[in-house]
């Protein structure tokens, strides 16, 4: 795939050793679900290290009152794309507990496998905040690009989208309908079949999370 300015591919052995179970179709729901938050978690602490916005204050140690800086309150929102990315947000909670989470729902066409969008619920004022799009697979992009599209219409002007699997296609679109959008994808993987499906992968996400299928 190519080089992309605006995409982080994670390699981190912890994050590898965490997918590894994941794809494993013994995996319990339960475990599965565990699984997205905690690598949710991880890829967002990397994700947010720059850009996020802070506020600087005064905290009285026990020796001496010094300055901090802290994220501003209420200054990141989350927007799942649903459903499968509904199974990130806690991981994301863990470290913003305060955020608010808006809702894209979309679904896709089985026969021309692009997205249809269904539902959409946003906190007020979120064109001022910092804007987390998550969404466990990024197969064709098409999901993603639109969300990412209907936000930008919205107002919103710093987004980053998580992915925790990816496919080369996917990634790509993103990344070149999108170049100011930073894409964040814990694995690349080999490609997509007929179907519109990651492979290796690890079935459909939201199946997984919600013992649906």
Do not use: W
Request: charged share 25%; hydrophobic share 40%; net charge negative.
């Amino acid at each position: 795939m190519k080089q992309y300015d605006n995409v982080v591919i994670f390699d981190h052995p912890l994050i590898r050793h965490k997918i590894a179970i994941l794809r494993d179709e013994r995996t319990s729901m339960k475990e599965f679900r565990e699984l997205v938050e905690e690598i949710t978690t991880l890829m967002t602490y990397e994700c947010l290290k720059d850009g996020v916005p802070t506020t600087e204050i005064e905290v009285k140690t026990p020796l001496e009152v010094c300055k901090q800086r802290i994220v501003a309150d209420n200054a990141v929102v989350i927007v799942p794309i649903l459903r499968a990315g509904l199974g990130m947000v806690n991981g994301i909670h863990v470290l913003f507990p305060l955020a608010r989470v808006g809702h894209i729902g979309m679904y896709r066409d089985e026969e021309t496998l692009e997205p249809q969008s269904y539902y959409c619920k946003l906190p007020e004022g979120i064109e001022e905040k910092f804007v987390l799009v998550v969404d466990p697979m990024l197969a064709t992009g098409g999901s993603a690009c639109d969300a990412i599209q209907l936000l930008k219409e919205r107002g919103c002007k710093e987004i980053r989208f998580m992915a925790i699997i990816g496919a080369p296609e996917g990634v790509s679109r993103v990344a070149e309908e999108h170049p100011d959008v930073k894409i964040y994808v814990s694995t690349l993987d080999r490609c997509l079949n007929e179907n519109g499906y990651i492979l290796p992968g690890l079935g459909d996400a939201g199946d997984r999370l919600f013992g649906t299928k």
